[in-house]
Structures are given as structure tokens and as C-alpha cells.
């Protein structure tokens, strides 16, 4: 089979490798993917895709199965137009996509199915927030409704925060649905991120899985993409993944199915273990990024043709066993991220950190005559694994520490159970 993946960071990478390593699989294609990819795919390049030049690209390349990585042409309806023309795609439709696209819709269609997520009220306009400061108590957690790449939600602390918050997000036309803000109770506790193989009312669980989103150690310092990430989470095995499975997926697919809408591809719950059960937190429509890197090098099986079963609609049941002991994956990012990363940086020392056992993904690199240089706010991701998450932690440093450019910044406890992600 040949394989199209969409996208150009490591998540996208991983995927690549994962499908370059299927038995079932004789070529893989990156759109546009980047240079470090050609280790295990041919690179289209070029920019953005749209998702008319998606399509274009897998009829050229004539793929058997294109994969969507990121979340944007999900949610503007590649799926869809890939079905209307009899394409095979691996993701959802943007109807279905709508849990990530939306805030506002998941919210409500969390509530409508029953599964425990956090309080909530929905503000449309300025006058609102005062009515959902006395219906939510501080600190809240106050989210933009579309798309932000990480970037649309606000703890706020303070009454003035919350206001500030507010206004920025209904008058900001960045975010989608302009004019709706959701403004829910903060939840405490740890974050972990599950995600499941979908089709309809079927779902297979991947190995649990947590990201780092802060820059600094100890879970400091300003939101970022993902600085690392480790699976399978302590204390949360296939066991405990299956508990939580069944509080959140059986119900919000039926709801999904209640309103005519058939969820094909990675569901990603992003979930909060409150001290009262674990809570929905938010739902993406594709893997997490950099939780994909850990994880894909660290399944027991050929997840592919699985992939392929759901875009056909088939299926088979069962989970997604990981391999024996822990997989983590540490962010090598660049000087100044996570706001503007500075770029034209010389890395070196790939190769020994591969000469170490480790896999490399790149995320954020160029190649320049003779050698790579940084392009990007997270630049690469070194992964390893090992019988514990000591050990695991311990091989991928050392394969990390090997990587040298000007500026690189990673955090020191990815894989630390606990710690403030
Ligand atoms: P979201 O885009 O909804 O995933 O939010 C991004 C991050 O904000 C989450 O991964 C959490 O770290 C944090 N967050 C979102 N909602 C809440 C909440 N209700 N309580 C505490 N933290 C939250
Ligand atoms: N790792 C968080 C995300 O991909 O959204």
C-alpha cells in the first residue's frame, strides 16, 4: 500500500516512520513533510497544504491511504471532500472534527452524553461576564471556541484577568466562531491524554500517554506545543485506561451517533484526574504532538492496517498493546520559544544521538548545504525507551545531550510522574 501523510512536524515524522516500518506498506509520501523525513519518506514539500492540494497530491502520488497529522484540514473538511470523491482518508469529517474545532460544540455535546467534565457557562457577549462570574467561582479557565494552536486558553486567577480574558477573545477574529466564549471551573489534579482508534460506536484504546506543556521544569513558565512526553503513564496501564475509556467514549459516541454524525479516525481526550474521577478536559481530532512521537515507536503491533480497516470502514477489535516497558520523548527546542524562535541555527550531533539507540524526529530543521540548521520553535524530538521510566529517561538524555545547537532549550523532568506538566 502507499501511504500519504499530511503534515511537516514530529508527530508527522513518527507517523511516516510508523508507516515506513508496515509490512503493509511499499511507499510512503510526505506532504509536505521536510527534508529529515527522507529517512522514511519521499518529500513533496512545498507550503500549507490546502485541502484541494491534498487531494491533488494523493491522486499524483496515487496513495491507497492518505493520513491527516495535524488538526486544520480535519476541521476545514478534507475528509469529506476525500469521500465525495471516492479518496481513501484516514481522520474524521469536519462535522465529526467539530469536538476540536469547537469548544463550545464539545461542551455541549459532553453535557448532552453525560460524561464529567468541568462546569461551564457560554458567553456571547461582554455584558455575560458578570452572570458567569457568579455561576463560576475563580480561578476559571477561559477559552476561545476555534482553533488557537494552544494558545486560547487563559487560567484566570482574578476577576480582572477573567474580564481581560473575555474581551480579548470576543473581539479577536483569529478565533473561529468569533463571539463565544467558554468560561468553565478550573479542575485540579493531573492531565493525561487518551486516545482511542474510532469508528461509530466501536473504539480501540492506544497506551496511556502525558505531555509536558510548559516550557521549564516543574511544569513552569508559559504553555508550549508539547516539550515532551512519556507513555505508558505510571500507575495508568491498559487496566485503568480501559476504566476511563468506558466513562467517556460509549456515551459521547452514542450522543455522536444521536446526531447523525460518524466519528472515522483518532479521537485524543485530554483528560483531568480529579481527586472526584477523571474529567474531559478537551477532545482533539487527531494524535497529540509530541505524545504521537513516544508512542508510535512503542506499540506492540503494525497500528496501519488498522488505520486502513476504519477509512474502509471495517474493523477489528481490541486494543493497541504497547511494547514491554516505557517510551519518552523530549523536545529539543529552539532559542526564544516559545515565543519567536530564532532560526539558522547549526545542529549537529544527530547521528550520535541515533548511535545511542535513540530515534530522531525532526519537527523544526532545514537542511543546509552540508548540514542541518533550526527552522522552527520546536526543532527536534529524541525518543527512547527502557524497561522503567528511570531507564527510559535515562537513554533518551543521553541521546538528547549528544544534539548541540546555540539556544537549545529542553526540559530535564519529561517523564517524571507527579510534576507539573
Ligand atoms: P484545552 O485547549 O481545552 O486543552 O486547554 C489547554 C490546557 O489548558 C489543558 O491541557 C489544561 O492544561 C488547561 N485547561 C483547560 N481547561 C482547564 C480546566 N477546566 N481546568 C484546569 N486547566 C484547564
Ligand atoms: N500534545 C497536545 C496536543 O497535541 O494538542
Not at 484541494?52 to 491522486?59: C, E, K, N, T
Not at 466501536?202 to 521549564?216: C, Q
Not at 516543574?218 to 480501559?242: H, I, L, Q
Not at 511494547?323 to 544527530?350: F, N, Q, W
Amino acid at each position: 500500500m502507499r501511504i500519504l501523510v499530511v503534515g511537516s512536524g514530529g508527530r508527522e515524522h513518527a507517523l511516516a516512520s510508523a508507516a515506513a516500518r508496515s509490512d503493509a506498506v511499499s511507499r510512503v509520501f510526505a506532504l509536505p513533510g521536510r527534508e529529515g523525513f527522507r529517512n522514511v519518506a519521499d518529500v513533496l514539500g512545498g507550503g500549507a497544504p490546502t485541502i484541494d492540494s491534498i487531494l491533488a497530491a494523493a491522486r499524483s502520488v496515487r496513495a491507497d491511504l492518505t493520513i491527516v497529522g495535524p488538526e486544520t484540514p480535519l476541521v476545514e473538511g478534507v475528509a469529506d471532500l476525500f469521500r465525495s470523491e471516492g479518496v481513501p482518508l484516514f481522520g474524521p469529517v469536519a462535522a465529526a472534527a467539530r469536538l476540536e474545532g469547537s469548544k463550545h460544540f464539545a461542551k455541549e455535546v459532553l453535557e448532552a452524553s453525560g460524561v464529567p467534565t468541568a462546569r461551564s457557562v457560554i458567553v456571547r457577549r461582554r455584558g455575560e461576564i458578570d452572570d458567569a462570574l457568579r455561576r463560576i467561582d475563580l480561578p476559571a479557565a477561559v477559552k476561545a471556541d476555534g482553533l488557537a494552536a494552544g494558545k486560547g486558553v487563559v487560567i484566570a486567577r482574578e476577576e480582572s484577568a477573567a474580564r481581560e480574558a473575555v474581551d480579548r477573545f470576543l473581539g479577536d477574529d483569529r478565533y473561529d466562531e468569533k463571539g463565544v466564549v467558554v468560561f468553565e471551573e478550573c479542575l485540579e489534579g493531573e492531565e493525561l491524554s487518551l486516545f482511542a482508534l474510532v469508528s461509530g460506536r466501536k473504539y480501540a484504546l492506544f497506551p496511556t500517554a502525558r505531555d509536558y506543556k510548559r516550557i521549564g521544569d516543574g511544569g513552569k513558565g508559559p504553555n508550549t506545543g508539547g516539550m515532551g512526553a512519556v507513555t505508558p503513564v505510571d500507575r495508568f496501564g491498559a487496566p485503568e485506561a480501559e476504566r476511563i475509556g468506558e466513562t467517556l467514549f460509549p456515551p459521547l459516541l452514542e450522543e455522536l451517533e444521536r446526531r447523525g454524525i460518524l466519528y472515522e479516525g483518532i479521537l485524543y481526550a485530554g483528560i483531568m484526574l480529579t481527586a472526584g474521577g477523571p474529567m474531559v478536559l478537551e477532545f482533539n481530532c487527531r494524535f497529540g504532538d509530541p505524545e504521537a512521537q513516544a508512542l508510535l515507536p512503542h506499540l506492540a503491533a503494525d497500528a496501519i492496517p488498522r488505520f486502513r480497516e476504519v477509512a474502509r470502514g471495517e474493523w477489528t477489535d481490541g486494543p493497541f498493546e504497547a511494547a514491554e516497558g516505557v517510551s519518552v520523548c523530549v523536545v529539543l527546542a529552539a532559542h526564544g520559544y516559545p515565543g519567536k524562535p530564532r532560526t539558522g541555527d547549526v545542529i549537529e550531533g544527530i547521528d550520535e544521538a541515533v548511535g545511542e539507540g535513540a530515534v530522531v524526529f525532526h519537527a523544526g530543521t532545514e537542511r543546509a548545504p552540508g548540514r542541518w540548521v533550526t527552522a522552527g520553535g520546536r526543532v527536534l524530538n529524541v525518543v527512547a525507551g527502557g524497561s522503567n521510566v528511570a531507564e527510559a529517561r535515562r537513554n533518551a538524555y543521553r541521546a538528547a545531550g549528544r544534539i548541540r545547537f546555540d539556544g537549545v532549550r529542553m526540559r530535564g523532568d519529561i517523564g517524571v510522574a507527579g510534576v507539573r506538566g
